[in-house]
């Protein structure tokens, strides 16, 4: 499966257009597929790192490309600790301002994500140097990306969501909710397969 195969004309192997045997937008089909999909699914191959600098007296620092979500936000110069995650509204509880309205200084400590920013609750009194472990939306499949992890790994994720918009774009709701629940199965699967990973644990197949 790749990018190409899942475009293709009605008739050619793969194709979410053979699959529902209609000439439907397969384009827009497949943007609304890996949407709906990473809005949801949680797993290693969409863990990546990055560094920031929070300057001094600076309040937030913007997320980075594609970002979904903190897994950890660690300080790491000019001493090494973890930031705390904590609502924008706790954050905006906690600052202290100044007769001037400007938010008082201090180490950061906590953090809360809004809009395209991380927040904090102080300005930093110096420069910080961060390391942001988050969860990515993989780049769009396209002529440019024809595969990824998905397309390796859960073929048939992406083909059942695929399948669910081009019957909703077929106006059968049946057919649709049908290979949602397929895709729920999937993707349930996927994360299960992530935790045995992360913790370490063996699945007991029954004794086969």
């Known amino acids: 499966m790749d990018y190409t195969s899942l475009t293709g004309t009605k008739g050619a192997a793969g194709s979410i257009r053979t699959w529902i045997n209609k000439d439907v937008p397969a384009d827009e089909i497949l943007t609304d597929a890996q949407a709906y999909i990473y809005r949801r699914l949680r797993v290693r191959e969409m863990l990546t790192s990055t560094t920031g600098t929070l300057t001094a007296s600076a309040t937030s620092l913007a997320l980075p490309p594609r970002y979904l979500a903190t897994a950890r936000l660690r300080v790491t110069t000019p001493a090494t600790f973890d930031l705390d995650r904590v609502t924008v509204e706790e954050i905006d509880d906690m600052r202290v301002y100044d007769s001037a309205g400007a938010v008082q200084t201090g180490q950061p ?97 029954g004794g086969i």
């Open 109 to 205: 400590d906590r953090f809360g994500v809004a809009g395209t920013a991380a927040e904090f609750a102080v300005a930093a009194d110096q420069q910080y140097t961060l390391a942001w472990r988050f969860w990515q939306e993989p780049a769009a499949l396209s002529t440019a990306t024809a595969t990824n992890f998905l397309t390796d790994k859960a073929p048939r994720l992406i083909r059942a969501v695929c399948l669910a918009f081009a019957n909703e774009y077929m106006k059968d709701d049946a057919e649709k909710n049908h290979w949602l629940e397929v895709a729920d199965v999937e993707m349930r699967q996927l994360m299960i397969e992530d935790d045995f990973e992360k913790r370490g644990i063996v699945v007991d197949r």
